[in-house]
């Protein structure tokens, strides 16, 4: 089956220290999207690829990065730059074109102590 | 700037009862809009969308949706809720371009016996 995965599920990690959050998915879609989610906030975009080898950045990129060497992977490092890093983040994907339905990955709650 | 709003953060509603979740857009012309739902800790999963054409739009798990431009609202809703329909509820719109979908703070269900 077609789909985006992300891992882990959950992750914890001390203040001070970069981490990196996996994104893959197996639908040929074009697009990537990182999104953090707080409560009461909705979603909230980090960063966007169209295309590999290329990424903008979204609303809130500030202590993140992010690459794109493959279709299938976008990973997603918050780096100790970030203030507030706990939140839930989630990966979504779109084919090219087309009016933007976005397929999400099951997310990955990170927890910075 | 185009915006959601989603008017409702939190709806209690008793099981076997009519449901209706609000959302209004602002935005120039028709976007394109959607309604996702999503579990606790889980991803975003559509439950349906609007391009152009009949304004009532049917999606899964029983959901329609009717489109109103003179209201510049796309409303939510479903007959008889199940307690498996508690989640968090999002509205969604997209006006072109990689940056144009723009999120509703969402709605959260709560489906009480």
């Known amino acids: 089956d077609g789909g985006i995965t992300q891992s882990p599920k959950y992750l914890f990690r001390k203040e001070g220290q970069n981490v990196t959050l996996s994104c893959e998915q197996n639908l040929n879609h074009d697009a990537m999207y990182w999104y953090r989610q707080d409560p009461g906030q909705g979603l909230r975009l980090i960063y966007y690829s169209q295309i590999v080898n290329d990424f903008q950045k979204g609303d809130i990129a500030e202590g993140y990065s992010v690459s794109r060497e493959k279709k299938e992977s976008f990973p997603l490092t918050v780096t100790s730059a970030q203030k507030n890093p706990t939140a839930f983040y989630l990966c979504?994907?779109?084919?090219?074109?087309?009016?933007?339905?976005?397929?999400f990955g099951p997310g990955t709650r990170l927890t910075v102590t | 700037a185009q915006s959601v709003t989603q008017p409702d953060i939190h709806i209690t509603v008793s099981e076997g009862a009519s449901l209706e979740l609000r959302c209004n857009y602002s935005y120039g012309a028709t976007p394109y809009l959607f309604w996702y739902v999503q579990s606790p800790g889980q991803g975003l999963q559509l439950l349906l969308k609007y391009f152009s054409g009949d304004t009532l739009v049917q999606g899964i798990k029983g959901f329609e949706a009717e489109f109103k431009r003179s209201q510049s609202s796309f409303n939510l809703r479903k007959p008889s809720v199940h307690w498996s329909d508690a989640a968090e509820y999002f509205c969604?719109?997209?006006?072109?371009?990689?940056?144009?979908?723009?999120f509703g703070i969402g709605t959260k269900l709560q489906v009480i016996p």
């Open positions: 979504a994907s779109t084919r090219s074109g087309g009016a933007h339905e976005q397929y």
């Open positions: 969604v719109t997209y006006s072109g371009g990689y940056q144009k979908v723009t």
